[in-house]
C-alpha cells in the first residue's frame, strides 16, 4: 500500500513533521496554484531538488498559462465548479491510484480564513461520501489534514484514539443532536450540546488512549495539537 499527500496553496509547512510527509509521499498531487509552492520549497525537502508532483489538478484559473504549458505533461485540467480543486485532488486519487491507504493534505490552512473553515469541513464529507477518515473501516482509506499546528480527521462512529497524554484535542460536529460520551479527556463530553462549534474546543487527553462513544452513527471532525 501506499501514501499520498495532496498540497494546496494555503501556508507551505515549516516544521519537520508535515515537510516529512511530503517527503516519503509515494503519490503528490498538488491542487493549481499549490504547484508554483511546491517549486519554491521542493530545494528545501528533497535532497537533489528536483521532485515534481505526480498530478497537478484544477481548474487552472489561477496558474500561469506558461506553467502550464512547461509541465503541460503533469496537468489535469477539471473545469466543473461544483467541487473544489481539494476535493478534485481527492477524487482523482481514489480513481486513479488503487493502492493508496494514507492521504494527508498539506498547504489547506492559513491566508484566507474561508478557505481554511472550508477544507477543513470537508473531511466530513469525505468521510460520508468516501468512508476516507481518521478510523476507516476495512478496505477504506485514512485521510487527514496536516499543518504546523494541528491534525484534523473526521469519525463516523464511535472510536478508540491513540493521541498520547497531555495533547490538546478539539471535537465539532454539525449534528446537534449527537451526544459524544468520552474516557480519557481531562473534561468528559458527556453532558456537551453541540450547538455551537466552541462547545468541546481546548479539550486534552489525560491518557494516552481516548475513547469517543457516538450516540449514533453520524460524523464528526477531532483536531489535535
Given amino acids: 500500500m501506499s501514501q499520498a499527500v495532496i498540497i494546496g496553496n494555503g501556508d507551505f509547512p515549516k516544521k519537520a513533521y508535515p515537510r516529512e510527509l511530503i517527503r516519503q509521499a509515494d503519490i503528490i498531487v498538488c491542487c493549481d496554484r499549490g504547484f508554483l509552492s511546491f517549486l519554491r520549497h521542493r530545494e528545501g525537502i528533497f535532497k537533489d531538488g528536483k521532485r515534481l508532483p505526480d498530478v497537478v489538478i484544477g481548474d487552472m484559473d489561477s496558474l500561469p498559462a506558461r506553467i502550464q504549458k512547461e509541465y503541460s505533461s503533469i496537468m489535469v485540467h477539471v473545469t466543473e465548479q461544483e467541487e473544489n480543486d481539494q476535493t478534485k485532488a481527492i477524487r482523482h486519487i481514489l480513481a ?10 498539506i498547504g489547506a490552512t492559513g491566508k484566507r480564513e474561508c478557505h481554511t473553515i472550508g477544507n477543513i469541513s470537508l473531511l466530513m464529507e469525505y468521510a460520508r ?4 477518515c481518521g478510523d476507516p473501516g476495512e478496505g477504506c482509506v485514512y485521510i487527514d489534514l496536516v499543518s504546523d499546528y494541528t491534525t484534523s480527521f473526521a469519525i463516523t462512529d464511535s472510536c478508540e484514539l491513540m493521541v498520547g ?12 443532536s449527537l451526544q459524544i460520551k468520552s474516557e480519557g479527556l481531562v473534561w468528559p463530553t458527556d453532558g456537551v450540546h453541540f450547538d455551537n462549534w466552541w462547545k468541546a474546543t481546548l479539550n486534552k487527553a489525560g491518557a494516552d488512549t481516548v475513547k469517543l462513544t457516538l450516540s449514533h452513527k453520524s460524523i464528526a471532525l477531532v483536531m489535535l495539537d
Fill in 165 to 176: 497524554e497531555g495533547r490538546a484535542i478539539s471535537i465539532f460536529t454539525p449534528d446537534n
Fill in 129 to 132: 461520501l468516501f468512508g476516507a
Fill in 96 to 105: 486513479n491510484f488503487k493502492d493508496v491507504d494514507t492521504i494527508h493534505i
